[in-house]
Structures are given as structure tokens and as C-alpha cells.
């Protein structure tokens, strides 16, 4: 199973703003475009390498950040996690 996650939401300022939630409570996460495979109004995403996504899942709802979608990276596809 893969640990690479991309996390997207419905516009920039959530993104970002998911980011330093995360980065706050210690979590690796980088800004990136969203993959072409994954559909999304936003081109901005979050990708991370952690085996703790209900953790993250939980921290996102803790501060009212709720994603359009948790994909795990697997080979060259996006899997739909949410």
C-alpha cells in the first residue's frame, strides 16, 4: 500500500489554509498542481507521505476543512479514498 496521498479541496484558500493546519500539527504536506487524473475546479493541492490519514482526515474536520478528495497515489493511477 502506498503512503503518497494527494488531497484536493474546492478553491486555493482552503488549500492553503489545510496546509498550515497540518504543517501546525507536525505533518509533512507540499503544495503541488493537482494531477490531470483527478478531477478538481482548484489546480492547487496538497500531496502527503504519511501512513496517518485518519489522523488527518480528523485534524481537516477539527478545523471545519473538509477535502473534495483523498486519493492514494498507486503506480500511475489516483485511487479515490475518501
Not at 500500500?1 to 488549500?15: G, K, Q, R, T
Not at 489545510?18 to 507536525?26: D, I, Q, S, W, Y
Not at 509533512?28 to 478531477?39: A, E, G, H, K, W
Amino acid at each position: 500500500m502506498s503512503d503518497h496521498w494527494i488531497i484536493i479541496f474546492e478553491s486555493v484558500h482552503f488549500v492553503m489554509k489545510a496546509e498550515k493546519v497540518l504543517k501546525e500539527h507536525g505533518i509533512d504536506v507540499n503544495l503541488v498542481p493537482t494531477p490531470r487524473q483527478i478531477s478538481s475546479d482548484c489546480g492547487v493541492a496538497l500531496e502527503v507521505f504519511e501512513k496517518k490519514q485518519n489522523k488527518i482526515k480528523n485534524i481537516l474536520q477539527e478545523n471545519a476543512l473538509v477535502p473534495d478528495g483523498l486519493y492514494r497515489k498507486e503506480r500511475n493511477e489516483y485511487i479515490i479514498k475518501n
